[in-house]
């Protein structure tokens, strides 16, 4: 109990100060935004930043699916010191504590936490209509909990609790907007792939001032469902959950397909993105008018990736045309290439595979690719760099030597990983060039062009 009660403690000494500005924050921001932006993701796009507000009150309600991603893509984007509120289970270890509340993140208590603890969340109510009154950003995750599928969840009302709440502590003066933000991933687990974040129109919470005031509960439910639409607008949303796999692979087969249709666009993931969205619409479109050809293409859909995951396939090798002089050329710049790629990868495997150690032991998988983003931003500058460059000094005395082998470390090691991705690539098209006749292979082509002919026939028909 002593323990619990000077956690507390030690934690409402720090929110008093969380939305203060932090000279550490900002000395150690660019660090991080620049590992998130170029090293552990390809790319991150970007989409509506002219849709956030320079100054006064703004809440961010953000799409979760993927632990403290979802915090650093929001820091990433822009040079700025938001207060964010999580959940508090997270909270756990005096270490763990430290580091979320210097980054600014507020624990909010659920009922899973105990009945008492939930008293504590007026606290931080309080605190969070402070930093609006402050006119600091404010940013809410509204679901109160991550999962990682391209799915919007219920909302829950603490977001337009704390909206209304600080308007009502100002008077309806304070002018609250709340800008919802579709973020969206590639891959939630991956190392190297890509993210995009779109921010939406504000929402002014003035605009339900009347309603407000007359039925508060109705104005809270009006809300919500516009901050809702508004945000399953901004990402992929897939709201059939029994076919949730069946629009996963529609996605992945017709998205690409449909961006080159557009040749005024180009195939990268924010395209893809859009495009996927499309796929989505058209699939639920054709479940309301024309069940039949759904329960066809769900059907095709549904041995398609079956037969994929049977044979040890992906989508691209069924779409991709390549040839075996291609595919030779691909081999031989591989080989060429293989003494850079051995270099980098024996110099960083040590620091790649150290995050396994700790995700092996956390069940939440969505929390794995926040554990392993940590580690590599501080086992590699912080502890493996300083260890080889020690290891260096000891063999040569060449400050020369020493400069060009740090400077190579780590360019060879991302290369490093994409080199062993490729490989993967290559070993598949030969296995797919050797196996073209193959039974399984040439139904997969059919399937193929089954589920394209029927999404083309809806376009038509829509």
């Known amino acids: 109990m002593h323990q619990k009660n000077s956690a507390i403690a030690e934690g409402n000494m720090k929110i008093k100060n969380v939305e203060d500005f932090s000279w550490l924050y900002a ?27 320079e100054e006064g ?6 799409k979760h699916q993927n632990a403290l991603m979802d915090a650093l893509i929001i820091l990433s984007v822009k040079n700025w010191q938001p207060v964010f509120m999580a959940r508090a289970d997270i909270f756990a270890g005096q270490f763990v504590r430290r580091l979320l509340f210097f980054m600014k993140i507020l624990p909010i208590f659920r009922i899973r936490d105990g009945r008492e603890s939930l008293k504590q969340n007026d606290e931080i109510f309080e605190k969070s209509v402070q930093v609006l009154r402050k006119k600091r950003y404010l940013v ?40 919802p933000v579709g973020i969206n991933y590639q891959d939630y687990f991956s190392f190297r792939t890509n993210a995009f974040i779109n921010f939406g129109k504000p929402i002014n919470v003035e605009d339900y001032r009347d309603l407000y005031l007359e039925n508060p509960q109705k104005a809270n439910h009006e809300l919500i469902t516009d901050i809702s639409n508004e945000l399953k607008s901004l990402i992929i949303n897939i709201e059939n959950n029994e ?29 893809r993105i859009y495009a996927g969205q ?19 293409l769900n059907g095709c859909l549904s041995d398609y990736r079956k037969l994929l ?19 030779l050329l691909r081999t031989v710049i591989l080989i060429a290439m293989s003494p850079v790629a051995l270099f980098g990868a024996v110099n960083n495997f040590l620091p790649y595979h150290t995050p396994d150690l ?31 460059f020690f290891l260096l000094c000891q063999f040569t005395d060449s400050w020369l030597i020493r400069l ?26 030969w296995r797919y060039t050797f196996n073209r006749n193959k039974k399984s292979f040439e139904c997969l082509r059919w399937l193929r062009e089954q589920i394209l002919d029927i999404f083309k026939s809806i376009e038509n028909n829509s």
């Open 358 to 388: 700790f995700t092996r032991k956390i069940k939440d998988k969505n929390f794995h690719t926040s554990i392993r983003f940590a580690v590599y931003m501080f086992v590699f500058p912080l502890i493996f760099y300083p260890l080889i």
């Open 404 to 429: 060009i082998y740090m400077l190579l470390l780590p360019p060879t090691g991302i290369f490093a990983f994409h080199y062993f991705e490729e490989v993967k690539r290559v070993l598949a098209m």
């Open 278 to 296: 499309q796929v989505v619409k058209l699939m639920d479109t054709l479940k309301n008018n024309d069940l039949e050809t759904f329960h066809k």
């Open 140 to 179: 809410i995750y509204p679901e109160a909990s991550h999962v990682g599928r391209r799915r919007l969840r219920p909302l829950k009302k603490g977001i337009t609790r704390i909206a209304f709440m600080a308007e009502e502590a100002s008077n309806y003066t304070l002018g609250v907007k709340i800008v």
């Open 27 to 53: 000395l150690l921001k660019p660090f991080a935004s620049f590992m998130h932006n170029h090293v552990f993701y390809k790319k991150v796009y970007t989409s509506g930043l002219e849709n956030i507000p």
């Open 309 to 327: 995951q049977q044979e040890n396939l992906r989508d691209w090798i069924i779409r991709r045309r390549f040839t075996i002089p291609g595919v």
């Open 57 to 62: 009150a703004v809440i961010f309600a953000p």
């Open 243 to 271: 076919e949730y796999d069946n629009f996963e692979t529609a996605r992945l087969v017709y998205a690409p397909y449909l961006v080159k249709k557009e040749r005024k666009l180009v195939n990268n993931f924010k395209n």
